[in-house]
């Protein structure tokens, strides 16, 4: 235990890993946001893959800092020499939570935005503070959220999924939890989790991974189809037109953005 955690001190910088069995905890350290860049995502990606071979972790809980869960993807990132990617590094990620056979849990606080929701949202359990908000701002500028778009919906609902994805609507920590993307809404999201944690030092650990396997079984086909369509229209229809140049341009650039419809 002691090695990944010492590895995990010298090799990562945007995140840290702390394994505490039966749970492994994976904190963003990208201040003052958390911004999931290229690197962070690439750190991500290598620690979930040296916790799933740790039989005595049978939980992974993914935290921020009081001021951000994550407020996204880097928007640098989404410029059209950058852009394949980025989706390519990020979904690794997505795919990697999706595929893991530990329990996984967020611990939500404050800003829970755009790729942020997203590596939420794909977690088992999200527990959040009440000061917390979600939602997907990636419609402003000219982009969508691919992985939230597949799997919002089985989440909120569709109209709800629609307003947000296709609008840019925010919810609250607590709308959030009225909306089925939250399990629980504390003060300090953590009391949450360590209750949670403590029924989890209960189970057995072969039993978890494959009750999860069977019961993310139907999901799984349909999230797999449905992100890698998402993907194709990312980058064969959005990145082709002209606004979605012109969002991020205008992000960086700290302007409001021209939309001509192209």
Wanted: proline share 5%; charged share 20%; net charge negative.
């Amino acid at each position: 235990m002691a090695e990944m955690t010492s590895t995990a001190q010298s090799v990562f910088t945007r995140i840290a890993v702390a394994l505490q069995p039966p749970a492994a905890r994976i904190t963003l350290n990208n201040p003052p946001l958390n911004v999931i860049d290229i690197p962070m995502m690439e750190e991500l990606r290598a620690a979930l893959e040296q916790i799933e071979q740790r039989p005595e972790i049978s939980a992974i809980v993914f935290a921020g800092s009081e001021r951000a869960f994550s407020s996204g993807v880097d928007v640098a990132a989404h410029t059209p020499d950058r852009v394949r990617d980025m989706l390519a590094a990020f979904h690794s990620v997505i795919r990697s939570v999706v595929g893991s056979s530990k329990l996984t849990i967020a611990s939500v606080r404050r800003h829970c935005l755009g790729g942020g929701a997203e590596l939420a949202l794909m977690c088992d359990v999200v527990y959040a503070s009440a000061d917390s908000v979600w939602g997907f701002p990636e419609i402003k500028l000219g982009c969508y959220p691919p992985a939230a778009a597949v799997a919002l919906s089985a989440v909120v609902g569709q109209k709800l999924a629609a307003e947000m994805l296709l609008t840019g609507r925010t919810l609250t920590g607590q709308e959030a939890l009225q909306a089925g993307l939250v399990n629980g809404v504390a003060d300090d999201p953590e009391t949450l989790v360590a209750e949670c944690l403590q029924r989890v030092a209960q189970l057995s650990p072969a039993a978890l991974r494959i009750a999860k396997k069977a019961f993310y079984a139907w999901d799984a086909i349909h999230f797999d189809k449905g992100l890698a369509r998402a993907e194709q229209i990312y980058s064969d229809d959005l990145m082709q037109t002209a606004d979605a140049k012109e969002g991020i341009a205008a992000f960086i650039e700290r302007r409001r953005p021209k939309w001509t419809g192209k």
